[in-house]
């Protein structure tokens, strides 16, 4: 059979059981968005396949938790799945950790344009459209391990057409097959892409930031397979909500003043991109002065956060600014760590834990240790926990200049 050229949607990670978080002080026009915002992005996706005239869509697992979202997430998903079989566009469903297969209730049937793989071993199906047949696809759902085992995506050796696999988990490029011309991932919220060639392998990520953790543009992927070349990719927006941070650098002898028409110009900027998005900032000032240690100290952070909230955060779409750290590069000063003393020690091992960003090395920092017993009983254990890589690096940030306050004091890093 003659190849033909196709074109497929590739997403993941809706998580449509799971509202925003990490936020507080988030105005009222947001509060209603910030749990609708899964459910708006992932309709934004279906919308896509339509809008693209895709031949079919990949969901690359941890679409919904049946159990935490209740019967909105069901049946919100089964109208946009009929909506795709109207088009006569099927589903190529890969359950992930939240959605095995079986978790799909069972007195409400999926349409017959939605194809669940299973998570005992890879499924090799024929991908067709209006009774053409274009290409195979070998998928399996998660299979309780992270790591992906290339060969078990192996294609039929008798295949001519275009070989998808589809995958939940860790992939390293030297576990995937190459007879496999492009290789759909799930289970990472950030869009990337593991090989580009002579083969594809990639994440398409989660539709929506959750947290300011997950901040910048999140969306889909359009895949467009042209046989004989490599599979060109396009990223389309999905979020309804976007997490951004921006980093503002002064110098030791930046003013208020100054500092306030920086700020405008970044709004400016936001806003004109923003393409009616809502759009929540984390932003930190860097470098150093005088402005800089009242920032930290006083009470001029909170009063332009407020001032930034009056003047941005009113209006539609919105920019809200979450709030406002100071951050001088004390940490990441050579000479202040190679110091032989005890301020050199503190900041090379806060400098130490700073750069472990692994799960593995995450462990290392047991604050909980620290803490008495009627602190543990009241929880605080989760909330030292630092288990949010975002957190974590911020708040380990604030202790290396604190600890430079206590060490130092002030004068000498301002």
Known sequence: MAERPFRFIQAGDFHLERPL??????????????????????????????MHSADFLVLC???????????????????????????????????????????WPSELKLPDNVRLFSRTKPDNLAV????????????????????????????????????????????????LHQRIGYWALGGEHERRTVVSSPYTAHYA????????????????????????????????????????????????????????????????????????????????????????GQLRNGTVAAELVNWLRKHYGQRTPCVWSLSMTAQPDIAVTDDLLKQDTILGEYLRAVDRHIRQ?????????????????????????QVVALADPYTRDRVLRQAAVLGADLLTGEESHS
């Open 357 to 381: 960003d692994d799960e593995a090395d995450a462990e290392v920092l047991n604050l909980a240790t620290y803490l008495t017993e009627s602190q543990r009983a009241a929880g605080l254990s």
């Open 205 to 292: 990520g989660t539709p929506q930031g959750r947290s300011p953790a997950e901040h910048g543009p999140h969306g889909c992927t359009l895949v467009e397979i042209v046989p004989g070349t490599t599979p060109h990719l396009q990223f389309l927006p999905c979020d309804t909500v976007r997490f951004v941070n921006q980093k503002v650098t002064l110098e030791a002898s930046t003013t208020r003043d100054q500092l306030e028409r920086l700020l405008e110009a970044r709004m400016a900027d936001m806003i004109a991109s923003a393409g009616g998005i809502e759009t929540i900032v984390t932003w930190t000032i860097g470098g150093r002065g005088r402005l800089l």
């Open 128 to 175: 067709s459209r209006k009774g053409v047949t274009f290409a195979q696809m070998i998928g399996q759902s998660y299979a309780r391990r992270r790591a992906i085992r290339g060969a078990d995506f192996a294609p039929a050796e008798n295949n001519t057409s275009f070989a998808i696999a589809a995958a939940v988990g860790d992939a390293e490029r030297e576990a």
């Open 21 to 50: 978080y990490g936020m507080t002080d988030v105005p009222e026009q947001l509060h209603d968005l910030c749990i609708d915002a899964p459910y708006r992005a992932a309709q934004r996706v279906f919308d896509a396949v339509l």
């Open 61 to 103: 697992g941890d679409i919904v938790n049946i159990e935490l979202c209740g019967p909105r997430g069901v049946l919100f998903l089964r109208e946009q799945f009929e909506r795709l079989r109207a088009a006569e566009i099927n589903v190529y469903w890969l359950g992930g950790e939240i959605d095995p297969p079986d978790a």
